[in-house]
């Protein structure tokens, strides 16, 4: 299976369309890719709040649009990281969106856990209520988000249904770089899970990113790493290795504590 992490820079300088029409076109240029992987929240900024209400868009808007269509164009999975949502029903929603390569939206994902504290995300946007996975023929994904790495019982539940490949779309400061780096091999570590965590590089809303982009395997090991920089992140690896781990070092077989959740399959 190829993968490739497209760590785009995400500035205030540059408008949402034009950076629709720049993404379209790295997206299209991964014809021959398996599945490709956006960052959070890029057409906007994750830290850029201020433009969240004007930008807020339906799952139906111009980013569901221009992905579907570089989907389609590249024959790929095309994971388009997240976009500000506006529920007409509702507030917003940091939701995530998954095409096939046919350019069908095969699942969504609102984001869970909401970063911020007792400001930004956390206070203008609505949490989601229930884990995704979506069943592809390189195996099934696991959708997270972000700040939903710090909470592993997420991530078990994920497990518990039926996921092996955790995609983990992000606007991660750079100020809490190693976090991001050590978490994504804890959360690949527990699950014996591939995780592919796509970050942005830059600086919005005043906040630098930390960009470090990466693929972990099921054993913790670090396949590729991006820098701190814009760049297309391409890897490799065998989806097999998840299932010949869990066989070889059977630890999950030993939980004795577990947690239940609502499953979209």
């Given at each position: 299976?190829?993968?490739?992490?497209?760590?785009?820079?995400?500035?205030?300088?540059?408008s949402?369309?034009?950076?629709?029409?720049?993404?379209?076109?790295?997206?299209?240029?991964?014809?021959?890719?398996?599945?490709?992987?956006?960052?959070?929240?890029?057409?906007?900024?994750?830290?850029?709040?201020?433009?969240?209400?004007?930008?807020?868009e339906?799952?139906?808007?111009?980013?569901?649009?221009?992905?579907?269509?570089?989907?389609?164009?590249?024959r790929?999975?095309?994971?388009?990281?997240?976009?500000?949502?506006?529920?007409?029903?509702?507030?917003?929603?940091?939701?995530?969106?998954?095409?096939?390569?046919?350019?069908?939206l095969?699942?969504?994902?609102?984001?869970?856990?909401?970063?911020?504290?007792?400001?930004?995300?956390?206070?203008?946007?609505?949490?989601?209520?229930?884990?995704?996975?979506?069943?592809t023929?390189?195996?099934?994904?696991?959708?997270?988000?972000?700040?939903?790495?710090?909470?592993?019982?997420l991530?078990?539940?994920?497990?518990?249904?039926?996921?092996?490949?955790?995609?983990?779309?992000?606007?991660?400061?750079?100020?809490?770089?190693?976090?991001?780096?050590?978490?994504?091999r804890?959360?690949?570590?527990?699950?014996?899970?591939?995780?592919?965590?796509?970050?942005?590089?830059?600086?919005?809303?005043?906040?630098?990113?930390?960009?470090?982009?990466?693929?972990?395997?099921?054993?913790?090991?670090?396949?590729?790493?991006?820098?701190?920089?814009?760049?297309?992140?391409?890897?490799?690896?065998?989806?097999?290795?998840?299932?010949?781990?869990?066989?070889?070092?059977?630890?999950?077989?030993?939980?004795?504590?577990?947690?239940?959740?609502?499953?979209?399959?």
């Amino acid at each position: 299976m190829r993968a490739s992490l497209i760590q785009l820079s995400v500035t205030d300088t540059e408008s949402p369309e034009e950076r629709r029409a720049r993404v379209s076109a790295l997206v299209r240029g991964r014809a021959g890719d398996d599945l490709v992987l956006l960052p959070e929240l890029w057409p906007l900024g994750g830290f850029a709040y201020d433009r969240w209400p004007t930008g807020a868009e339906p799952l139906e808007g111009p980013t569901a649009e221009a992905m579907s269509a570089a989907a389609r164009a590249a024959r790929v999975w095309l994971h388009a990281g997240s976009i500000v949502e506006r529920d007409p029903d509702g507030p917003m929603y940091n939701t995530s969106l998954l095409f096939d390569p046919q350019g069908k939206l095969r699942r969504t994902y609102r984001k869970i856990h909401r970063f911020g504290f007792d400001g930004g995300e956390a206070v203008a946007m609505g949490g989601g209520r229930e884990i995704a996975t979506a069943v592809t023929e390189h195996g099934t994904l696991g959708l997270a988000t972000c700040y939903d790495l710090r909470f592993p019982e997420l991530f078990r539940a994920l497990l518990d249904a039926g996921a092996e490949i955790l995609t983990v779309p992000a606007a991660w400061p750079a100020r809490r770089a190693e976090h991001w780096t050590l978490l994504a091999r804890a959360r690949a570590v527990e699950e014996q899970a591939y995780v592919l965590a796509c970050n942005t590089a830059g600086t919005h809303g005043g906040v630098e990113q930390a960009g470090r982009s990466l693929v972990v395997d099921p054993w913790g090991e670090v396949l590729a790493e991006a820098g701190t920089g814009e760049e297309v992140l391409t890897v490799d690896f065998d989806p097999a290795a998840v299932a010949k781990t869990r066989a070889d070092f059977p630890v999950l077989r030993d939980r004795l504590l577990g947690i239940s959740a609502p499953v979209r399959p």
